[in-house]
């Protein structure tokens, strides 16, 4: 006998052997409760700040075992939360008592070269895929840490190096399969259950459990030019605002995200700046390396840099770079606000920030968005955040949770300063989970077509954990 929480209060319910038994035994994957190492295994998630115990976990290794845990969620009334890469900083792939869908074993990459498409399970990394693809010297558009999963990402938008030319990630999804609450097995694309295809392509896991998704692919690389100019946070002030006029006329090709921090140990960068507050530009142009040469002196030339390593470099290097810095097991407490500009008040609240940051691994991460993605309309898919426009985010990062409040404190303060700055808009995959009241923020004029579908797939709220919509 086991005990998980229900789906509609906050009571729970016990589970006797025999139907965990019966669960257990039409898995290719199985249950799991505590005392098992796969259990643990299973609720272990990047944000070492989610330490929480579910009722129960079960393991799916196909469409199958989905099927097969939503429809014991649905029919004994349990909440449920779905893990797939489980990098969320939400952290809503666990919760404390529910039944865990563990996904983590679906990670299979298939890749048709000759017609470019990759078939991807929820699970597999950004690392998998880009190991598969360049096989081929190709890539799908995702996000920069190898170790983050493609379901999560995708349900939330997807941007990182390829966005600017070749959209979001959510923008080459061709298809995907789902179990939506009512147990079915869907498919969904621009020709079949065309609205479910367009909620899922930034409404997050609200509207069923994918299975595999179908994407495009581009060719990348091996190669592309790429690196990091580094320059004292003193020159924020000026050259900043010259970044930002140059990047009005940037080619597609070219992305520049700001990483503003106190300096890790770069072997490039001159010891007396290690530990110093620095503004870095991360650059990557993905096309040709010669026509990208010119690009990133544009960029060099601003300023008096104090190191850069802009250099060519194999895509799957490339796609590594930030994970040194982004291993899991730290804590960390992130939010975001979308940027039209970077203006002059808001690059001195970036530097009060930066020399009062609580922890070494504190920093604030603006990355450009816009190019292929602006030229889709907003309401093309459920992400509406298109036009060109720098992605803010802060990262409170530390080790000890005697830094809890500290770090938290931090990261609040700062987005409370840039807010008169900033858009009121913001990217969903970056929110906290005590963020619920900016969840129309995040969905904007796609809000209520958003609820429409969500009462259409899934009434009750079965899938709730999550950045969640409400049904109407
Ligand atoms: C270090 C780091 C770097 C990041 N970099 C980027 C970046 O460059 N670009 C970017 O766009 N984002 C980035 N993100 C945000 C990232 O996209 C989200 O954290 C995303 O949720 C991770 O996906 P996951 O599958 O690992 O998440 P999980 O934690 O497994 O899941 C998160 C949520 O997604 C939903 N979900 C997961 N799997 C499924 C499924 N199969 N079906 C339905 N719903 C599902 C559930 O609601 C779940 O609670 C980054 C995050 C971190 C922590």
């Not at 038994?21 to 505590?34: H, I, M, N, T, Y």
């Not at 597609?252 to 530009?281: C, Q, S």
Request: glycine fraction near 8%.
């Amino acid at each position: 006998m086991i005990k998980v929480k229900s789906l509609n209060s906050n009571s729970t319910k016990e589970i006797d052997d025999d139907a965990i038994a019966s669960l257990d035994a039409s898995l290719r994957g199985g249950v799991f409760v505590e005392g098992d190492a796969e259990y643990d295994e299973a609720r272990l998630i990047w944000n070492a700040m989610v330490d929480r115990k579910p009722g129960m976990v079960i393991r799916a290794r196909g469409a199958s075992d989905i099927r097969y845990a939503v429809n014991f969620a649905r029919e004994n009334q349990l909440l449920m939360s779905v893990r797939s890469g489980g990098h969320q900083i939400a952290g809503h792939s666990v919760a404390e008592g529910a039944v865990l869908l563990d996904l983590s074993h679906m990670r299979s990459v298939h890749i048709d070269p000759t017609a470019k498409i990759a078939r991807i399970e929820p699970a597999a990394t950004l690392g998998d895929i880009d190991c598969e693809a360049q096989a081929h010297a190709m890539a799908v558009p995702v996000g920069v840490n190898s170790i983050t999963g493609i379901a999560g990402l995708t349900l939330g938008g997807g941007f990182g190096w390829l966005t600017r030319k070749y959209g979001m990630t959510i923008d080459n999804v061709v298809s995907a399969d789902l179990v939506t609450a009512d147990g079915s097995f869907v498919h969904a694309s621009e020709v079949e259950n065309p609205d479910l295809f367009w909620a899922i392509r930034g409404g997050g896991g609200n509207f069923g459990i994918v299975t595999s998704f179908e994407f495009n692919l581009h060719n990348v690389g091996p190669e592309v030019l790429c690196g990091s100019i580094v320059h004292p946070i003193e020159n924020a002030p000026t050259v900043l605002r010259q970044f930002d006029e140059l990047m009005k006329s940037a080619p597609d090709d070219l992305t520049v995200w700001v990483v503003i921090r106190k300096a890790p140990p770069l072997p490039y960068l001159p010891k007396e700046w290690h530990g110093k507050p620095v503004m870095i530009f991360s650059a990557c142009y993905a096309g040709d390396i010669a026509e990208g040469e010119e690009a990133m002196n544009k960029l060099r030339a601003l300023g008096n840099p104090i190191g850069d390593d802009v250099k060519p470099t194999q895509w799957r290097e490339w796609q590594t770079t930030f994970d040194p810095g982004l291993v899991p097991g730290f804590r960390n407490y992130w939010k975001s606000q979308d940027l039209d500009e970077i203006s002059e008040g808001a690059v001195s609240v970036f530097i009060d920030a930066i020399e009062t940051a609580p922890d070494a691994d504190c920093e604030i991460f603006l990355a450009q968005v816009g190019g292929a993605m602006a030229r889709i309309p907003n309401e093309a898919t459920a992400y509406p955040h298109r036009a060109g426009h720098y992605i803010m985010n802060v990262h409170a990062r530390w080790e000890e949770a005697s830094q809890d409040d500290e770090c938290i404190g931090w990261s609040r303060k700062f987005i409370d300063d840039m807010a008169e700055f900033a858009t009121g808009s913001l990217y969903v995959n970056f929110m906290p989970a005590d963020d619920v009241v900016r969840v129309s923020g995040a969905y904007g004029e796609n809000m209520d077509r958003l609820r429409e579908i969500k009462t259409r797939y899934d009434p009750e709220n079965l899938f709730r954990l999550n950045h969640n919509i409400k049904p109407v």
